[in-house]
């Protein structure tokens, strides 16, 4: 059994199956990424939802395993030499998921590195633009008489979303036949911009023809499905 002493976090979420990840997260485009892809690779793991809307994840508990007091983050009882490891940011749980279970992400080198690219695009660029879209367009921001900020955003949405569909060209997904990591960073994410955040109209999206067809395609695989409701909202 693993030795979860050393993690504060889970004396206020408190593991049922030690042997098994821990998934601290709540289904938002960043959390989301992580259950898919532990629902992709069949990994046995144990979700706790961090309830961001209560400030959970600025608990005590939850700082000492991300001092940055953001979701998602886990603890794998079987991290590297056998020991438990704590790790916070999205992109990073992926990179560590994808090379313990040796899927999804491509094993050439050169495929290897253009996939984790296009990870970094998603987390440099696209969650950034989009949440902003949503902050000016649906939340507090929608306040504020100057308009500036939400066209510059939605202007840059834009682009990002023309990024997508250029690169899509001939391709099925992200890195061609291989569905990845990239694509599961970023399904989230063009998928609450046109829902959640109620940005359809805004960003033009129907008058793409690339992108729309392959998050259809994302959204159609069993595991998408049940990793955007992993964990259970209460």
Do not use: C
């Amino acid at each position: 059994m693993a030795d979860f002493s050393s993690f504060p976090i889970t004396r206020r979420w408190p593991p049922k199956y030690p042997d098994r990840l821990q998934l601290y997260s709540l289904p938002t485009p960043n959390g989301v990424k992580v259950s898919i892809a532990l629902e992709e690779m069949g990994l046995a793991y144990e979700p706790h939802l961090v309830d961001i809307g209560k400030n959970e994840s600025w608990t005590p508990e939850f700082l000492s395993l991300n001092p940055n007091g953001k979701i998602p983050a886990i603890i794998d009882p079987d991290g590297p030499g056998g020991k438990p490891l704590g790790l916070f940011e999205s992109g990073a749980i992926l990179l560590y998921l994808a090379e313990k279970t040796g899927q999804l992400l491509p094993a050439d080198p050169a495929r290897r590195y253009e996939t984790i690219q296009w990870v970094f695009f998603q987390m440099a660029a696209v969650g950034p633009i989009f949440g902003q879209v949503g902050y000016f367009h649906k939340f507090a921001g929608r306040e504020i008489a100057d308009k500036r900020p939400l066209e510059r955003y939605v202007g840059e949405s834009k682009r990002l979303l023309g990024v997508l569909e250029t690169r899509l060209a001939g391709r099925q997904w992200i890195m061609g036949d291989e569905y990845t990591i990239a694509d599961i960073s970023l399904l989230g994410w063009v998928r609450n911009l046109i829902g959640f955040y109620e940005a359809r109209d805004l960003v033009a999206f129907d008058a793409l023809k690339l992108v729309p067809a392959w998050l259809d395609r994302g959204l159609a695989r069993p595991a998408v499905r049940r990793g955007l409701e992993i964990p259970k909202r209460t």
